[in-house]
C-alpha cells in the first residue's frame, strides 16, 4: 500500500520501481521465493489503507501486508495485523510508537523510524552545541502522529545526551499545508538559535521555498535528521541552498560509497530515468526481507515461522556502510541502521539536482538503538 496520488506521491511511485528492482535481482536467484506483489493507493487516507486491506487479506489471500508512508495509515493498518494475525513489513512511515508503545509480534519495520533518526540528530546538536554554544530549541512538525512522536523523540535524545536547551515554540501545521508564512513569521518574531523540522516531502519543498523569501535563515540553523535529505528536496536546492542547512533521509544516494549502493542507485535510474527517494530503498529494504524470512522459514503462510525468520534477521541493503549489515532487532522488530548527517554541498553528478549532502558526520547503528530502559518506558513494562 503506497500513497499514488497527492503531495506524496513520488514516495509510492518511487517504492513501486525499488520492489520491480528488487524482484529482478530475486529473479536471477534460482533459490529465492517467487513472490506476488499487488499495489494499489492508499490516498495516505487510514480508513480507506484499512479496508484495502481487508480486501488483500479477504479477496486476494494476502500473507503479507507491506509498505506504507503516512505513519497515520501505517499505525492503522498495523492494528488491523495485528487483530487478524497477518505479518506486516513498514516500508518507510516512520513513527517509533509503531514498534515501541503499540509494537507487536506480526509488526516489522525495515526502515530507520523517528527515534533513530533524532536519536542521531540529538547527538549531533550536542557537538554542535560545543562548537557554538546554541541555546534555543524550535521544532516544527506536521499536527499527526508522525510529527508529534518525532518532537517526543528528540527530546527524549537530548535529554538522555543530558544536552540543556530552552524551548522557544513549537508549531503544528496540518499535513499538506499550503502556506507556512506565519509559522514563519512566528519565529521570526521569537527566533531560535536553532529550527529543527519534520516535514517531509512535498511540505518540506513548500517550507523551504516560502522561508526563503523571508530572513529567516540569517537567524536560525535549520535541521531536519529524517526526511529533509531526500533526493527530491535536493534537486529543489538548485545551485543556492539556504545557509546553515543540516539535513538526513533514510537514505541517501551519494552515501555511503559502496559498490552495493552505487548499483541500487545505477539500476533504480536505468528503470526509471530518475534517481531515487529514501523511500526507495525501504521498499526494496521489504521485499528481501520478505523473501530471505520465505527462504528461512520454508512456507509464507507458516506465520510463526515467518515471524521467528524475521526477529534478528540480517539483510545486506545500499545503506549499509562497509562492513555492516543491517538487521531486524528481535525484542523492537525496527531495523537498526547507521546514521548519516550531512550539509549541502555543490555536486552535479546526480542530475538535475546541483547539490548533493556532505561533510558527514556519522553515527554507528549499535549506539542509536534505543535502551532496553527505555523500550520498557515507552511500553509501560515494569523497570522502565
Known amino acids: 500500500m503506497y500513497p499514488m496520488t497527492g503531495r506524496s506521491a513520488s514516495f509510492g511511485r518511487d517504492s513501486i520501481v525499488a520492489i520491480q528492482l528488487a524482484l529482478e535481482e530475486l529473479s536471477s536467484d534460482p533459490d529465492a521465493p517467487r513472490l506476488r506483489v499487488i499495489v494499489d493507493d492508499s490516498r495516505s487516507k487510514a480508513s480507506f489503507a484499512v479496508r484495502m486491506a481487508e480486501d488483500f487479506i479477504q479477496n486476494d489471500e494476502a500473507n503479507i501486508l507491506c509498505g506504507m508512508v503516512s505513519s497515520g495509515v501505517g499505525m ?66 506536521p499536527d499527526y502522529e508522525y510529527g508529534r512522536v518525532a518532537w517526543r523523540d528528540l527530546r527524549q535524545a537530548l535529554n538522555q545526551n543530558g544536552t540543556r536547551y530552552e524551548v522557544t515554540g513549537t508549531y503544528w501545521p496540518k499535513l499538506y499545508e499550503p502556506d507556512y508564512s506565519l509559522y514563519i513569521q512566528s519565529l521570526l ?14 511540505d518540506f519543498i513548500a517550507f523551504l521555498e516560502q522561508a526563503r523569501t523571508t530572513q529567516l535563515f540569517s ?63 525501504g521498499a526494496y529494504a521489504g521485499m528481501l526481507a520478505i523473501a530471505r524470512a520465505i527462504r528461512i522459514a520454508g512456507d509464507a503462510t507458516d506465520t ?22 543491517s538487521y ?18 555543490a555536486n552535479d553528478q546526480y542530475p538535475p539536482a546541483r547539490v548533493m549532502l556532505g561533510n558527514w558526520v556519522v553515527y554507528d547503528a549499535e549506539s542509536l538503538k534505543p535502551s532496553p530502559a527505555l523500550v520498557k518506558k515507552r511500553r509501560g513494562e515494569p523497570g522502565g
Do not use: C
Open 304 to 325: 510463526d515461522a515467518m515471524i521467528e525468520a524475521l526477529e534478528g534477521l540480517e539483510i545486506p541493503l545500499p545503506k549499509d556502510p562497509e562492513g555492516y549489515v
Open 189 to 202: 518574531e521569537s527566533p531560535p538559535d536553532v529550527l529543527v523540522v519534520s516535514l517531509w516531502g512535498g
Open 328 to 345: 531486524i532487532d528481535p525484542d523492537t522488530h525496527q531495523i537498526v541502521q547507521a546514521q548519516a548527517i550531512g550539509t549541502p554541498v
Open 219 to 281: 537567524h536560525m540553523r535549520v535541521a531536519n535528521f529524517d526526511a529533509g535529505g531526500d533526493y527530491e528536496t535536493l534537486v529543489s536546492l538548485k545551485d543556492d541552498p539556504p545557509e546553515g542547512l543540516i539535513l538526513s533521509a533514510r537514505h541517501h544516494v551519494n552515501w555511503p560509497e559502496t559498490e552495493q549502493n552505487r548499483r541500487f542507485v545505477t539500476r533504480f535510474h536505468e528503470l526509471s530515468g530518475r534517481y531515487p527517494s529514501y523511500s526507495a530503498q
Open 76 to 141: 492503522a493498518v498495523s492494528r488491523l495485523a495485528k487483530q487478524r494475525k497477518i505479518i506486516m513489513v513498514g516500508t518507510d512511515h516512520a513513527s517509533s510508537r509503531a514498534s515501541l508503545e503499540e509494537g507487536h509480534r506480526y509488526y516489522f519495520r525495515v526502515s530507520s523510524d523517528t527515534w533513530y533518526s533524532h536519536a542521531a540528530g540529538a547527538r549531533y546538536l550536542a557537538e554542535l552545541q560545543e562548537k557554538n554554544g546554541w541555546q534555543k530549541l524550535a521544532f516544527l512538525g
